[in-house]
T-cell receptor
Framework: GQQLNQSPQSMFIQEGEDVSMNCTSS?????WLWYKQDPGEGPVLLIA?????ELTSNGRLTAQFGITRKDSFLNISASIPSDVGIYFC????????????FGQGTTLQVKP | DAMVIQNPRYQVTQFGKPVTLSCSQT?????MYWYQQKSSQAPKLLFH???????NEADTPDNFQSRRPNTSFCFLDIRSPGLGDAAMYLC???????????FGPGTRLLVL
């Protein structure tokens, strides 16, 4: 079945640093989504991408839908302590009737 | 305003004692999903409803059932919870397949 490979698995950075994480797949997706999950809470949507090559920003966050439709990255600029959490990428494609395929998650820790 | 609501946020049950988790949404979305998430893992889809059509994942145990009495509400019934069913249960919705899914805050289930 379809799989997403998300990296890195975890990151420990200093406050103020920029962060980059990415997801790759051997399959094509029509939609890429990036979620953040805090402990004990549900995933919260950060950015949704619907077109190949699309570059979208949400405050300090920027995400791109790869031109091949098989990858996406998320960048966080000038990290702050509240950026701590688990970040998941998720893809949706016509072959899986719209169901989301999740990456394994990237755990981000920020040192003040 | 909350869009996807899950009650209760925390549920404790005994081994083998049936338990029901609930989800409601104010978005008037057609599709509702139930996911199981264990610690440090990505959410795992159990089943979803497209309107009244129920779609079970192939590897979802028979112990898990669902009901959707109307557009706004969806229930997850665990008929005989085992210790391995302790997890976070997430509800999500979207307007139609392939569109962005919005998650509720989750219900943390503990089985004693």
């Amino acid at each position: 079945g379809q799989q997403l490979n998300q990296s890195p698995q975890s990151m420990f950075i200093q406050e103020g640093e920029d962060v980059s994480m990415n997801c790759t797949s051997s399959s094509i997706f029509n939609t890429w989504l990036w979620y953040k999950q805090d402990p004990g809470e549900g995933p919260v949507l950060l950015i949704a991408l619907y077109k190949a090559g699309e570059l979208t920003s949400n405050g300090r966050l920027t995400a791109q839908f790869g031109i091949t439709r098989k990858d996406s990255f998320l960048n966080i600029s000038a990290s702050i302590p509240s950026d701590v959490g688990i970040y998941f990428c998720a893809g949706s494609g016509s072959s899986n009737t719209g169901k989301l395929i999740f990456g394994q998650g990237t755990t981000l820790q920020v040192k003040p | 305003d909350a869009m996807v609501i899950q009650n209760p946020r925390y549920q404790v049950t005994q081994f083998g004692k049936p338990v029901t988790l609930s989800c409601s949404q104010t978005l008037n979305h057609n599709v509702m999903y139930w996911y199981q998430q264990k610690s440090s893992q990505a959410p795992k889809l159990l089943f979803h409803y497209y309107d009244k059509d129920f779609n079970n994942e192939a590897d979802t145990p028979d112990n898990f059932q669902s009901r959707r009495p109307n557009t706004s509400f969806c229930f997850l019934d665990i008929r005989s919870p085992g210790l391995g069913d302790a997890a976070m249960y997430l509800c999500a919705t979207n307007k139609r397949d392939g569109e962005t899914q919005y998650f509720g805050p989750g219900t943390r289930l503990l089985v004693l």
